[in-house]
């Protein structure tokens, strides 16, 4: 049988002039070598970190830690914005409508909704690699491997942060191309004073009216914040309808909110700055503590409350400018800003894609389809408090922990 197999295999070398040729041509699999140095068994793969925790029991962990992170989104952000899955979206803006009086046979006039406007918003795909060699795990304790995710969560809170604050202090109108149709769509920001970009002229509310050349992004005409500023923001969301059963934010780097502090009726200020733990002013409380409707007082850079707006103090947003949001609750239809996310919900939120299936924490990325666009440009107002010039975007470097 030996003699013939020989046989055979010096025919098909003839035939088709070497081993390599002959195994393309025949389809022939190739022996299986190395048998000599043994064969890679299950006890050999590495399957836990040096402290003995499980790598499948790890790999786990950190993805019950992104379900939970997807779940619970920045508290901040949660009550300045709305979920979007789609590219654009018919939003109603706040408008006013009047009864009349009845005759005797006459129809009443119907509730004129007016024209909703389509709002665009953006979408990017976002990723972060994350990779460990064999060697590294063979060494790692659990405990850096979380820390590495837990990196990763954090980076992705800067990214959810960043994406509603570009849009909040960008005063252009952008365009989007849909990948389905390839449309484009406007992404809008606040009233801008720009005719041309925004879909119509913000529309009468009461009896404030506006013109095509009404804007929110606004320059304080002093080097430093004084209460009038503040006013002002307050009145531009007002006019709009929109401090109606909202909640004000105000988010402020700390220069501007030690300036805040110190707002007081009795230096010509509309209102005292009432802060978080009151004034105490031989043992008397002055003024009244904020109460607690919109759950802010335990936020992190939650520092008072100036009339009825509530002072954030976050140190992402640039020093000498000043963003005031209306809030209808957490991911209210009425909040300002849309949050939009991939139309297929499998790919919504933040994602670990492991690129070996059998040895997921060898190589992955984490993977986050995220953008965003205004949906009722009047319901925020920037300022830059300088004290003359044009309003200017500022240069965002969300760098280190933060964001709350």
Do not use: C
Request: proline share 5%; no cysteine; net charge negative.
């Amino acid at each position: 049988m030996a003699g013939k197999a020989h046989s055979f295999w010096a025919g098909l070398l003839q035939q088709y002039g070497s081993a390599w040729e002959t195994y393309r041509q025949t389809g022939l699999v190739f022996p299986v070598s190395g048998g000599a140095k043994g064969y890679n068994e299950t006890a050999d793969i590495l399957t836990e970190t040096v402290d003995g925790v499980p790598l499948d029991e790890l790999y786990e962990q950190i993805m019950t830690s992104i379900r939970m992170l997807n779940r619970m989104r920045n508290p901040l952000i949660e009550r300045l914005t709305f979920p979007v899955a789609a590219p654009f979206e018919e939003v109603m803006q706040i408008i006013g409508d009047e009864f009349e009086e009845a005759d005797e046979f006459a129809q009443p006039k119907g509730i004129r909704l007016g024209v909703p406007w389509n709002m665009g918003f953006s979408l990017k795909y976002m990723d972060l690699g994350i990779r460990y060699t064999f060697r590294f795990l063979g060494r790692a304790r659990a405990s850096q491997i979380r820390a590495l995710n837990n990196s990763a969560l954090e980076a992705d809170q800067r990214l959810l942060f960043k994406t509603v604050l570009e849009r909040v202090f960008r005063n252009l109108t952008d365009s989007v191309t849909l990948e389905a149709s390839g449309r484009v769509a406007n992404v809008y920001p606040f009233y801008n004073g720009d005719e041309t970009t925004l879909p119509a002229v913000p529309p009468p509310w009461k009896s404030y009216t506006h013109t095509n050349t009404h804007t929110h992004f606004l320059v304080s005409g002093g080097a430093t914040v004084d209460s009038g500023d503040l006013d002002e923001m307050e009145l531009h969301i007002h006019h709009h309808g929109y401090t109606e059963g909202a909640t004000l934010i105000l988010l402020a780097n700390r220069e501007q909110v030690n300036t805040i502090n110190t707002f007081r009726i009795a230096d010509a200020d509309r209102w005292d700055f009432i802060p978080k733990a009151g004034i105490s002013m031989f043992g008397q409380l002055i003024g009244g503590q904020p109460t607690d409707e919109s759950g802010l007082a335990a936020f992190p850079g939650f520092r008072g409350r100036y009339g009825n707006i509530n002072v954030i103090e976050e140190d992402y947003i640039p020093a000498k400018y000043m963003v005031l949001l209306a809030s209808g609750g957490v991911r209210g239809e009425r909040n300002p800003i849309g949050i939009r996310e991939h139309e297929n919900a499998a790919l919504r939120g933040l994602k670990l894609i492991p690129q070996f299936e059998r040895y997921p924490l060898r190589e992955s990325f984490y993977h986050h389809a995220i953008g965003s666009g205004v949906r009722h440009p009047g319901a925020g107002v920037v300022m830059q408090v300088k004290a003359s010039g044009d309003y200017e975007i500022p240069a965002l470097s969300l760098q280190g922990q933060g964001g709350r």
